[in-house]
């Protein structure tokens, strides 16, 4: 019943920037935590940055001062800032939000390579 949809991904280089987006199908004004995960082949689906309700964000210490998550209510939108691009960055990224139960998105895929 709510959907989320992720887009931006794509092949960069070390050293680059991305800029991922978030469309949610319900207002986001409502949801009490949002936030992107990621997972690489082989290992679990990791936190990357979450924003709660109030706008306050926690970053995992692997992006921190590297990403930046942010949202735009009006739009229904989340976005995720990534700068410094490292190739361990390289996985599916998620898209999440928690309004009674949590929603996640398919995932868009971030590739750094050089």
């Known amino acids: 019943q709510v959907q989320l949809v992720e887009s931006g991904g794509g092949l960069v280089q070390p050293g680059g920037s991305l800029r991922l987006s978030c469309a949610v199908s319900r207002s986001i004004r409502s949801a009490r935590v949002m936030g992107w995960y990621r997972q690489a082949p082989g290992n679990q689906r990791e936190s990357v940055a979450t924003i709660s309700i109030d706008g306050v964000t926690n970053y995992a210490r692997s992006v921190e001062g590297r990403f930046t998550l942010s949202r735009d209510s009006a739009k229904n939108q989340l976005y995720l800032q990534m700068n410094s691009l490292k190739p361990e960055d390289t996985a599916v990224y998620y898209c999440?939000?928690?309004?009674?139960?949590?929603?996640w998105g398919q995932g868009t895929q971030v590739t750094v390579s050089s």
């Open positions: 999440n939000a928690v309004f009674v139960n949590r929603y």
